[in-house]
């Protein structure tokens, strides 16, 4: 039967082992995304957030439990086709954005597609209609260094959709912008989500995504202790 979900987690737990001291950090992560939602983790630092967007991001492997992604079982892949998968299906924005700064903003866009291998003609293109989207048109050719951190964060985004991914992962995107350039980056990716059906999860601390998400998920101490459903 096909799975309904864009990605489902099953009892992820994740562990690291200090010493003597074996330091649980998730215990036993259960969660299922459909394609299209937006959804937002929250919770202090510490409770795992980012470990879990690492491990749904195939970024790292839990201690047990799986992930399914478009109904591909992660751990049936080698390193290999995990990362060509990853390449091809999830996208990924940090909270600091990681640009190359000796590149533009297009050539910065355009890394992801290089990776993968296609048409430099059709890829240009769609690297300058990415970048008009995010409302960057006329700074294609600046690099990260002339370009404020909202704008910066923008050509993250742009990236990040490069290689129209099923799944777009981000961790703290806001945590090094102002309060108007978190907005008006959530505003980017309400409108992404409304016009491709995009699919984002967002580890954040930012109320304002939680307000406007379609599903937000808390977690305490490596476990899930809520979650509410905010459009249907």
Same mark, same amino acid.
């Given at each position: 039967?096909?799975?309904?979900?864009?990605?489902r987690?099953?009892?992820?737990?994740?562990?690291?082992?200090?010493?003597?001291?074996v330091?649980e950090?998730?215990?036993?992560?259960?969660?299922?995304?459909?394609?299209?939602?937006?959804v937002?983790?929250m919770?202090?630092?510490?409770?795992?957030?980012?470990?879990?967007?690492n491990?749904?991001?195939?970024?790292?492997?839990?201690? *047990?439990?799986?992930?399914?992604? @478009?109904? =591909?079982?992660?751990? $049936? #892949?080698? !390193?290999?086709?995990?990362?060509?998968? &990853?390449?091809?299906?999830i996208?990924?924005?940090?909270?600091?954005?990681?640009?190359?700064?000796?590149?533009?903003?297009?050539?910065?866009?355009?890394?992801?597609?290089?990776?993968? *291998?296609n048409?430099?003609?059709? @890829?240009? =293109?769609?690297?300058? $209609? #990415?970048l !008009?989207?995010?409302?960057?048109?006329? &700074?294609?050719?600046?690099?990260?260094?002339?370009?404020?951190?909202?704008?910066?964060?923008?050509?993250?985004?742009?990236?990040?959709?490069?290689?129209?991914?099923?799944?777009?992962?981000?961790?703290?995107?806001?945590? @090094?912008?102002?309060?108007?350039?978190?907005?008006?980056?959530?505003?980017?990716?309400?409108?992404?989500?409304?016009?491709?059906?995009?699919?984002?999860?967002?580890?954040?601390?930012?109320?304002?995504?939680?307000?406007?998400?379609?599903?937000?998920?808390?977690?305490?101490?490596?476990?899930?202790?809520?979650?509410?459903?905010?459009?249907?």
């Open positions: 039967m096909e799975d309904q979900y864009l990605l987690t099953e009892d992820l737990v994740k562990t690291y082992r200090s010493g003597p001291e330091i950090v998730l215990k036993g992560i259960s969660m299922a995304v459909k394609a299209g939602e937006i937002v983790i919770g202090p630092s510490g409770v795992g957030k980012s470990t879990l967007l491990i749904i991001g195939t970024l790292d492997k839990p201690t *047990g439990g799986k992930v399914w992604i @478009d109904g =591909q079982d992660m751990s $049936q #892949l080698d !390193e290999a086709r995990l990362a060509r998968f &990853r390449n091809q299906h996208g990924f924005v940090f909270q600091f954005h990681y640009l190359l700064p000796e590149f533009t903003a297009l050539e910065n866009v355009l890394i992801p597609r290089m990776i993968k *291998g048409d430099w003609k059709k @890829d240009r =293109q769609r690297a300058i $209609q #990415l !008009e989207e995010v409302g960057l048109g006329a &700074r294609l050719h600046h690099r990260p260094n002339q370009l404020s951190g909202g704008e910066q964060q923008r050509v993250a985004v742009a990236r990040a959709l490069m290689n129209q991914p099923k799944l777009v992962l981000a961790d703290e995107p806001t945590g @090094d912008l102002d309060r108007r350039n978190s907005e008006a980056l959530f505003e980017l990716i309400l409108s992404l989500n409304e016009k491709y059906n995009q699919t984002f999860i967002i580890v954040t601390h930012n109320e304002m995504f939680a307000e406007r998400a379609h599903r937000v998920i808390h977690l305490w101490d490596g476990k899930i202790v809520d979650e509410k459903v905010l459009k249907v």
